[in-house]
């Protein structure tokens, strides 16, 4: 519990100060096709020094658009960053907070939910930070581009309750979570079909 207090105190305290700590690049890290009226996308972000980028082939295999990861891959979910991708269906980024939420608490009766402050400049965000009594806690960060984008996404990351790093992985999860970007995706000249 004490912990988690910490967590949410240096997440607090952080988010202002995260958005200032990465200059902007065209660093795609995921990027997904047209679907229906939602056009192509791409979200791009810088990589936290030390941190792994996948999208193709950890990510693919448990259902996610990226990771990111440090040392070799685990397959456990502890200390590695998620982005999630999908097509706008809840009217506001609140109901999908409320939706994730819900279905948390479903999920474990015994967990607590608090938000937090994100200040993205790039997009509207929303996070919240889910205290498990598997003693496992997870920080999750909503994001919306926009109703052209047709899209919404998600950062997510697990820690165990007390891990010493934490404090560092939080840094650098704050990091990638305010300076993600959204970008209508242009699939290079090579990559388009003639």
């Not at 952080?14 to 996308?41: C, E, N, Q």
């Not at 269906?89 to 939420?101: I, V, Y």
């Not at 560092?168 to 999860?173: E, I, W």
Request: aromatic residues 8%; proline residues 6%; contains cysteine.
């Amino acid at each position: 519990m004490r912990a988690t207090r910490k967590l949410l105190l240096a997440l607090t305290l952080l988010a202002p100060f995260a958005a200032l700590a990465a200059a902007p690049t065209d660093d795609v890290l995921a990027h997904g096709v047209r679907d229906g009226k939602a056009p192509a996308w791409a979200i791009a972000v810088a990589s936290p020094p030390g941190w792994t980028r996948d999208c193709c082939m950890y990510a693919k295999a448990i259902g996610v658009d990226a990771v990111l990861y440090q040392g070799e891959w685990t397959g456990k979910p502890e200390r590695v960053m998620v982005l999630n991708v999908w097509p706008r269906k809840l009217a506001t980024l609140a109901d999908e907070l409320a939706a994730d939420r819900k279905q948390y608490l479903q999920r474990d009766e015994a967990g607590k939910a608090t938000a937090i402050r994100i200040h993205n400049p790039h997009m509207p965000c929303r996070g919240v930070v889910y205290e498990g009594s598997d003693r496992i806690d997870d920080a999750v960060v909503f994001c919306d581009p926009g109703v052209a984008s047709g899209i919404r996404l998600s950062w997510s990351m697990s820690f165990a309750d007390g891990d010493v790093t934490q404090r560092a992985l939080l840094d650098a999860f704050m990091r990638v979570a305010t300076n993600a970007r959204y970008l209508r995706y242009v699939a290079p000249p090579a990559a388009k079909k003639s």
